[in-house]
């Protein structure tokens, strides 16, 4: 049976893009890559929410494997990064591995088989050997606790499931949130509303976004002079890498962005009331970093209004903040971002005795390499607990963990395996790592932010260096697994990373 190992891929987003292609090239032709959504792209289907942008340049959001020398803009938009993975997916011939429309919500390990079970919404069921999570951290849209005094007249709505029929033109918005997603909506509906207030828990730091279109000789260079789509790649990828010190408290390149940062600020918005309730009073690089074009400069339009404190109710007409403010409102609009540490919280997945990765996760996510779990064998993650790069492209992330499972499902194929198990030491001694470089990061500041598990433990961040990751992933370490049944091990004791003062 190893030899024709049959893997099932939830989710046909970046990395479940990357492991498709790259099982083709081991030779792996039974795989199946699911989606609950109608074709490929994972988050850019998805939201489609008005200045969808991503905020990592263009040549260095894509695929090593497939560059492209037509990107329009060093930041692209949504519709062009979708078309990018569709064509992508096209251009490698995956669409016989596609099943969409299809959401799976439940993953069962079957000892007497050593086999996965996959269940689908509709009850549909599954058989695979090796079973692979691909979903992502941003497909939980978190939506705020408001209590609905009297029912609400108008819309509410999260970006991640934008209504294109709400009419935005004319009408009182209320956008909730700070962060990426609010800097790039908000410009785009000052433009059509009458009015629109910027609601905030807590401003955040913005760094400037010098977008412009790439010119057609740029491109011309791209498209026809060897290696210079991979040169330039490689030079953005670098400059990333030269960054990874904005993750150390105090750092100098911390100070360096911090005064940018607030230089930008005061260059932008002239009333002085309202710059002091845009400038930050966490560390910057604690909470994931904003780089805006035009988000500043529409804070500062006549038809936008900075409200200082949270939403907490809705009234029939109207948006109730915490310090009591009515607001006037026609359309809530949350940009409020979504569950990134709830790992896999919208999948049920069974390991061995029947054990559940939620009460395995109990403490707070964790897994080796971030793609493995004691006591879940054949089952690996793309994009898992800790691998969230704090300075470079996930794509690159994505890319390195694909090419680390495939070696994975080699070793089995070529020593005839049914079963492969991440060992409980292997991980403690991964996980111990991790909590030492963590030391020093801004992450464990006293700030919110949503790289923290409920315990207060950073589970969503990666704290070295792309290059650090990518090296470690390079080889398969086989003492560190098992390739027989050891039975169920017990959870790790996870340690919650204790903040230090600003």
């Known amino acids: 049976m190893a030899k024709s190992l049959s893997v099932g891929v939830i989710g046909a987003g970046p990395g479940g893009l990357a492991l498709g292609i790259f099982l083709k090239k081991a030779g792996f032709e039974n795989f199946t890559i699911f989606d609950r ?19 990592v340049k263009s040549h260095l959001y894509s695929f090593s494997f497939d560059l492209n020398p037509d990107w329009s803009r060093l930041w692209s938009d949504q519709p062009e990064i979708l078309r990018y993975f569709e064509d ?209 400069q529409a804070l500062t339009r006549d038809n936008v209004e900075v409200i200082a404190s949270p939403a907490k109710a809705l009234w029939t007409r109207s948006l109730v903040t915490a310090d009591g403010t009515e607001l006037d409102v026609d359309v809530v609009v949350c940009a409020t971002g979504y569950a990134v540490a709830d790992y896999l919280g919208q999948i049920e997945v069974r390991g061995e005795g029947g054990v559940t990765l939620r009460d395995t996760w109990s403490d707070g996510a964790y897994a080796y390499m971030g793609m493995a779990v004691p006591g879940f064998p054949n089952f690996f993650m793309l994009y898992g607990p800790n691998t969230n790069v704090g300075s470079n492209s996930v794509i690159f992330v994505l890319e390195a963990q694909a090419r680390y499972i495939v070696r994975a499902l080699q070793q089995m194929r070529r020593r005839g395996k049914s079963y492969l198990a991440v060992r409980r030491e292997a991980t403690a001694d991964y996980i111990a790592k991790i909590d030492r470089w963590m030391v020093g990061t801004v992450w464990t500041t006293r700030c919110s932010n949503y790289f923290r598990a409920a315990n207060g433990r950073v589970v969503t961040q990666w704290p070295r260096s792309a290059r650090a990751f990518w090296t470690m992933t390079r080889r398969l370490r086989l003492r560190d697994y098992s390739f027989d049944p050891q039975g169920t091990p017990e959870p790790l004791a996870v340690q919650p990373h204790s903040a230090v003062s600003q």
């Open 37 to 55: 959504e109608d074709g490929v792209g994972g988050t850019w289907r998805t939201n489609t929410y008005p200045g969808l942008a991503c905020d």
């Open 88 to 296: 992508s997916a096209r251009r490698h011939q995956l669409a016989p591995h596609l099943r969409l429309n299809t959401d799976i919500v439940a993953a069962t390990w079957e000892p007497g088989t050593r086999a996965w079970r996959l269940r689908s919404a509709t009850g549909t069921e599954h058989v695979f050997d090796v079973v692979v999570s691909a979903v992502g951290v941003f497909n939980q849209p978190l939506t705020p606790d408001l209590v609905e005094e009297e029912p609400f007249a108008g819309t509410v709505m999260h970006t991640a499931k934008w209504d294109h029929s709400v009419q935005i033109a004319g009408k009182r918005v209320a956008v909730l949130g700070t962060g990426s997603t609010a800097s790039q909506v908000l410009p785009e509906i000052a433009r059509q509303a009458a009015h629109v207030y910027s609601v905030q828990r807590s401003p955040t730091w913005i760094l400037p976004k010098p977008d412009r279109p790439y010119t057609d000789r740029e491109k011309w260079i791209f498209r026809h002079v060897p290696l210079a789509k991979r040169v330039y790649r490689t030079r953005l990828w670098l400059r990333s890498e030269s960054n990874i010190s904005v993750i150390e408290n105090g750092s100098d390149k911390t100070q360096e962005f911090k005064g940018v940062a607030l230089r930008t600020l005061e260059a932008t918005v002239p009333d002085a009331d309202l710059r002091a309730r845009l400038t930050p009073d966490h560390p910057l690089g604690c909470k994931r970093l904003v780089f805006a074009t035009d988000y500043l």
